[in-house]
């Protein structure tokens, strides 16, 4: 996550490397200690799922299709539920207790049912009869994806190592400990009832102390992409309970959330609304706070005199080019997952206002506002910050031996005077026709006589 900056940041002053410390390790400390008291305990709670369907792996032999009977008779206008897929398909067993048998199932039918073909590697599930145990159906699940998952799994891997080699290396591992914590603190103390809201900013708080310091080093210029994350994540939560509370957003705007209820009902749907409000804005709040902070880094190192406010200005300006696309892209990533609802929408009847204000399509408004703000006020308070650091102890700093010379600035009398001279008779001639300058008038510039059009 975020951007790459090869070239190391110069060290800060010890003095602004202690400040950074003494800031910084508190924060680290006290999100240590939050995750350990909001760490679940006991295991997940059990939720009434169902009975555990048996699923083996398989390959299909044989498929026959066959022309389905006539369906009776319904009501015109009432939707097909199947494709008039009929006839069998003989996969053989792969795993399990029934390995090298041939098993006969039908034709998958229905809405989202696999297409299968002689060869297709599958997933079958045996389902029982329960007046009659010992009468078992075999059926087609779904296709087997773990084969091609991990060839792409391994292209994505080794295209990131060959282009950032051991950055690219130290993003995989970043991104190795966000899931970590996600699947092993995150979701897990939600389940367990904590507060989504909560645990959801220590999570966020975790992954970014982890990722940023394992991508970037442990340097001041990654001690204020920090501290710039850490202030925008507050900011975001507050803004997304003041939102969520003003639009009166109870968290069942997806079919997802429903069935969660049903399934765990003592889960709080709002709180994990405002949680997958902060954890969907880390992801670009980590990108715009390192680009910022490797900006001003940037800007010092090629103009050394720049001051604090002039540093501030021109980083800002970067960030709000930045801000402009990266806006767009919120709202997009935000309507592709979202294409299902937006389709379904279109089809309503109702009205565009009442459309637009309905639950479904609130809550997705407002995530997305929500996480454009805690953008927007991530640039200033990194760039503010960075400006700080990156210009502390540079005033009485000595310019290194190799540092180019500064350019000198022409008298102002002087450029005037050539500027109003007129032309003399032999101006157009080649360069080389004319005659050389006395040498008292070789260090003046700009000569009065000389044409500053280009000779061919």
């Not at 296709?143 to 060839?151: A, C, K, L, S, V």
């Not at 940023?212 to 803004?239: D, E, I, M, P, R």
């Not at 980083?315 to 767009?328: C, D, F, L, M, Y």
Request: proline fraction near 9%.
């Amino acid at each position: 996550m975020g951007s790459d900056h090869t070239r190391p940041a110069p060290s800060a002053p010890p003095r602004v490397r202690r400040i950074l410390v003494v800031t910084v390790v508190p924060l680290f400390v006290a999100t240590v200690l939050a995750a350990v008291l909001l760490w679940p305990r006991g295991g997940s709670p059990q939720t009434d799922g169902g009975a555990d369907v048996p699923r083996y792996p398989g390959t299909v032999t044989r498929v026959v299709n066959e022309p389905c009977p006539p369906a009776a008779s319904v009501p015109e206008g009432t939707p097909r539920v199947g494709n008039g897929r009929c006839g069998t398909v003989d996969v053989r067993v792969d795993d399990g207790p029934t390995a090298g048998q041939q098993v006969r199932t039908p034709v998958p039918d229905g809405p989202g049912a696999p297409r299968v073909e002689v060869g297709d590697e599958v997933i079958l599930v045996e389902l029982t009869d329960p007046t009659d145990p010992s009468t078992s159906n075999w059926n087609i699940a779904e296709h087997q994806r773990g084969t091609p998952m991990i060839w792409l799994a391994v292209v994505f891997a080794a295209a990131i190592v060959a282009f950032g080699r051991w950055r690219g290396l130290a993003a995989l591992a970043g991104l190795a400990a966000s899931f970590a914590i996600l699947l092993t603190f995150v979701l897990p103390g939600i389940g367990a009832g904590r507060s989504p809201l909560l645990v959801a900013v220590v999570g966020a708080a975790l992954i970014m102390f982890v990722v940023l310091y394992l991508t970037h080093g442990v340097t001041a210029q990654t001690s204020v992409a920090v501290l710039g994350t850490l202030g925008s994540l507050v900011l975001t939560g507050v803004l997304a309970t003041i939102a969520t509370a003003a639009t009166h957003l109870t968290g069942f705007g997806s079919e997802d959330a429903t069935t969660l209820s049903m399934f765990q009902g003592d889960v709080d749907l709002h709180g994990l609304l405002l949680a997958g409000i902060i954890i969907g804005s880390l992801g670009v709040l980590d990108d715009v706070t390192v680009t910022q902070a490797a900006t001003v880094t940037e800007l010092a190192n090629a103009n050394p005199g720049l001051t604090r406010l002039q540093l501030y200005r021109a980083a800002t300006r970067v960030g709000r080019a930045h801000i402009a696309s990266t806006v767009n892209t919120i709202v997009l990533a935000y309507a592709g997952a979202s294409l299902p609802l937006l389709l379904l929408l279109t089809a309503d009847a109702r009205p565009i206002g009442q459309i637009l204000t309905s639950e479904f399509l609130a809550q997705e408004i407002v995530r997305s506002a929500v996480a454009t703000l805690g953008l927007i006020a991530a640039v200033p308070l990194t760039t503010g910050l960075a400006a700080v650091v990156t210009a502390a102890g540079r005033t009485d700093a000595v310019p290194p031996a190799d540092a180019p010379a500064a350019r000198p600035q022409p008298d102002r009398s002087e450029a005037l005077a050539a500027l109003s001279s007129p032309r003399t008779a032999g101006s157009n001639k080649p360069d080389r026709q004319r005659a050389a300058p006395p040498p008292e008038a070789a260090d003046r510039w700009p000569e009065s006589n000389r044409s500053t059009d280009t000779a061919w």
